[in-house]
């Protein structure tokens, strides 16, 4: 854990491939705590960690709540419901009235890309002694869903050694609506840091062309890549293709306003081609499994039976790896702060 | 009695077609041009002057900006009539065209009545829609008859068959009509161009078909109605320049200052200047659009300036107006930026910076183009070599929204003739 250098955790394109095997150790160490008795842990006793959801969210904040807790952080919660922000305070202003209040993490989502970097940023320009760790900004970013999904893969493909290591030289498929999703984003950057071979499907309109090249380079405002050689990232049109031997399969969630944007003709259709059902994942490698963000639109991205089928779907095993992830990354950003 | 300004061997360039030379040249403490060449010197040595060493210094004619937005002359947040005359004189511009988006619109005579004193000249465009609202006309040939320089559009382009029959009534005579090549519908809310930087970004995509498409229509439309002088306002993309080298008639064309600097490869994250109207391009956008000019395909670089307040400056990138600031460092800030980029970096000469600064910009507003003559106050003196800081407190504008600000630039505007004396850094 000595190479952990993060101050903020904001995007997963700046992590080294020692920084995936830190969450991961120390996820896994979480993770085999005992879930019933005596669980919290002392270890950010007296830190507080703020959630400023600026987007709802009912899934990502429980569970980062709950991991604080089992930490034994104090938690605190921001509704814009019952903000100032109608009254015109901005953003900073917001946070740094939570950051008085004593926060050392803010836990941040925002519906616009960017936002929890310029609070990062405009936090460190004032001095404040505050973690910044994104919970989601617009399409950019999910790093503490992308680390779960990868620390999930990593424990099926590898339960004893959870390491980036055990992604080496899979095929992860992601099918359905890239464009919109800053969850696939994420993923890409923690696949390939970890070798995996990401081929990614799914209609023109949801998934441009240009994703092909998406980890060439690093993204705008970062220098260089911290990964030396990523795996591959290719798109496949057609899901019978993409399938073929694939290791696991990552399904996006469709939202019902692509309708209306015009990206879809219909729902049946884009079920046709690009869901998932159990004689296309016969399709995969023998051990091949399934994993989705959430939450579900069955009969869309997937077929129901699949998705409850606890022999193929790693659906439920996410949400539960949510929570050691979560405490691995408030542990690596609060614990080492002196208290306040 | 203030002795005259002795500029010992400046870079001098005086206007269109004229060859860079090293000359003297004096200049009096009230601004005006007074001499240049071996006259100058002679008349120097006579009054006892002292030379100042100018070798690296350029003097020449003042900018011209051929469109930018204010939108509250008086008691504007965000600028106003003399914050704006003020940050424009500091850079070196001499002419500011203010689009008519403004509130009111300016759509109507008694809506142009804004002036600055000389040697600054504001001209107005007049409004082509009634409101900008694309619904009816406005009236145009009272607006013209009001001393509008020319009709400008809305943001996008107005409804084809709006736009042909007020073309075809052509109540503007010779003057120009700026139309933006570009279609809200298309660009599906996106804010940055389609590419591989804006996915990495994570902002919403606008394609280029948003800029393409309305372009071929007003090629089409420049072509079947030739008598009037249509004039694209801010192309933005590579294939929209493309299109252009291939039109049999080609309007004049503009392209925004900041979008031939920053692009979806080269910009921070949390930097200023993402949220732009049309769209920021991508790397071969960008080079696209820097070939465009150098063979003079676009004509001209805008300031656009479009100045937001602080209280704007606070949302997020998605709820904030498109748009950044252009005037307002008191040493210029386009002029230095632009330099660096083109002259410095890209090899540009000094005659083809200035066809895109100042000439260009003259041409699209159907004026003659500046140039320096005796006695004249619009001129400018420019350092390419002097460093200083971008800051907060470097600024003349009010707005909030200014690109680059905390960085180091190199080159600055020492002195104009628009500015009196005791405002020159020499």
């Avoid at chain 1, 729902?267 to 998932?276: A, K, N």
């Avoid at chain 2, 994570?202 to 078909?209: F, M």
């Avoid at chain 2, 504008?397 to 600000?405: E, G, K, W």
Wanted: aromatic content about 6%; proline content about 7%.
């Amino acid at each position: 854990m000595s190479s952990w250098s993060h101050r903020h955790v904001l995007d997963l394109a700046a992590f080294s491939l020692d920084d995936f095997t830190t969450v991961l150790t120390l996820a896994q160490r979480f993770r085999a705590l005992p879930v019933a008795g005596a669980r919290k842990l002392p270890a950010l006793q007296g830190r507080l960690m703020t959630s400023l959801f600026f987007e709802p969210s009912t899934r990502t904040r429980s569970s980062f709540e709950l991991a604080a807790k089992r930490l034994s952080a104090d938690v605190q919660s921001f509704s814009p419901s019952s903000s100032s922000l109608s009254k015109g305070e901005s953003l900073l202003d917001t946070a740094r009235t939570y950051v008085a209040m004593g926060a050392n993490v803010l836990v941040v989502r925002h519906r616009c890309a960017g936002v929890p970097q310029s609070l990062a940023a405009d936090l460190d320009r004032a001095g404040e002694r505050v973690a910044v760790l994104n919970a989601g900004d617009g399409l950019h970013s999910h790093p503490s869903q992308g680390l779960l999904d990868l620390f999930t893969l990593a424990r099926h493909f590898a339960p004893e050694a959870p390491t980036p290591a055990a992604l080496r030289g899979k095929r992860i498929v992601i099918v359905g609506d890239v464009l919109h999703s800053r969850v696939a984003r994420s993923n890409l950057w923690a696949l390939t840091a970890c070798g995996a071979e990401v081929v990614l499907c799914g209609p023109p309109t949801l998934l441009p062309d240009a994703f092909a090249d998406f980890v060439a380079a690093p993204p705008p405002g970062q220098a260089a890549d911290p990964v030396v050689a990523r795996g591959p990232v290719r798109i496949e049109r057609s899901l019978e293709a993409a399938l073929a031997g694939a290791d696991a399969v990552m399904t996006l969630r469709l939202q019902q306003e692509r309708m209306h944007q015009h990206l879809l003709s219909s729902l049946d259709t884009y079920h046709r081609q690009f869901g998932i059902t159990r004689a296309r994942l016969a399709l995969c490698g023998p051990f091949a499994r399934l994993l989705h963000p959430g939450p579900v639109n069955r009969g869309v991205e997937l077929a129901g039976d699949v998705l409850d089928d606890p022999a193929v779907s790693l659906v439920e095993e996410q949400v539960r790896n949510g929570i050691p992830v979560r405490m691995a990354l408030l542990y690596l950003l609060a614990a080492a702060e002196p208290l306040t | 009695m203030t002795l005259p300004l002795w500029l010992h061997q400046v870079q001098l360039l005086t206007g269109p077609g004229q060859p860079l030379t090293s000359a003297d040249a004096l200049i009096d403490r009230g601004g005006e041009l007074l001499l240049w060449g071996e006259e100058a010197s002679q008349r120097a040595q006579a009054l006892g002057l002292s030379p100042t060493d100018a070798r690296s210094w350029l003097l020449a004619p003042v900018l011209v900006d051929p469109h930018s937005v204010l939108e509250q002359p008086c008691g504007g947040r965000a600028e106003d009539l003399a914050s704006l005359a003020a940050a424009a004189a500091a850079g070196g511009y001499g002419t500011v065209a203010l689009l008519p988006w403004a509130t009111p619109w300016r759509d109507r005579p008694e809506r142009l009545g804004l002036e600055w004193a000389e040697p600054m000249q504001l001209l107005l465009w007049g409004s082509f829609s009634l409101e900008g609202a694309d619904q009816e006309l406005a009236p145009h040939a009272d607006q013209i008859a009001a001393g509008a320089i020319g009709l400008a559009c809305a943001e996008q382009q107005p409804p084809l068959a709006l736009l042909e029959r007020g073309l075809l009534l052509a109540e503007m005579g010779s003057r120009p009509v700026l139309v933006a090549p570009r279609d809200a519908g298309l660009s599906c809310g996106g804010f940055v161009r389609e590419g591989v930087d804006a996915l990495r970004a994570g902002w919403p995509l606008d394609p280029e078909l948003s800029e393409t498409l309305p372009l071929q229509s007003l090629l089409s439309l420049a072509q079947a109605r030739s008598a009037v002088a249509m004039r694209l306002m801010n192309l933005s993309t590579a294939a929209g320049v493309d299109l252009l080298a291939q039109a049999p008639r080609r309007p004049l064309a503009s392209v925004s200052w900041w979008h031939l600097l920053a692009d979806s490869g080269n910009l921070h994250p949390t930097e200023e200047g993402w949220r732009l109207r049309p769209s920021l391009g991508t790397p071969a956008d960008r080079l696209g659009l820097l070939a465009g000019l150098e063979q003079r395909l676009l004509s001209a670089v805008a300031v656009h300036h479009l100045p937001l307040d602080a209280e704007e400056q606070l949302l997020p990138l998605d709820q904030r107006r498109a748009g950044v600031a252009g005037h307002g460092a008191r040493h210029g800030l386009v002029l230095p930026l632009l330099w660096q980029e083109l002259v410095e970096r890209r090899g540009w000469s000094v005659e083809l910076l200035w066809q895109a600064l100042s000439w260009g910009g003259s041409e699209l507003l159907g004026l003659p183009p500046e140039q320096l003559s005796q006695g004249t106050r619009r001129w400018l003196l420019f350092d390419p070599q002097h460093p200083w800081s971008w800051e907060r407190g470097e600024s003349l504008s009010m707005a909030a929204n200014q690109p680059r600000l905390g960085q180091s630039v190199c080159g600055a505007v020492r002195a104009t003739g628009l500015q009196p004396a005791d405002h020159w850094s020499l």
